[in-house]
């Protein structure tokens, strides 16, 4: 499955607020800097969707807000 993120570092509480099926914003407490924020938005969605963390991987928007993410496999 396939969903969209909007990531907001930085953030006093971390959350994750289902906007549609398959659009999510997520606050972390870490900073964009070395990969910190990105590791936590991985864990936070482990725990959402109750997946293993490694099979939740970004495929685009490293480096950015916006973040197109795969939670489990896809053939």
Known sequence: MYIKIVAKTQAKKESIVKKSKD???ISVKEKAEKN??????????SQYFEVPKGKIRIVNGHH???KLIVVG???
């Open 36 to 45: 910190m924020a990105n590791k936590k938005i991985i864990e936070i969605l």
């Open 64 to 66: 950015h807000p916006h």
């Open 23 to 25: 659009h999510f914003l």
């Open 73 to 75: 496999d896809i053939l």
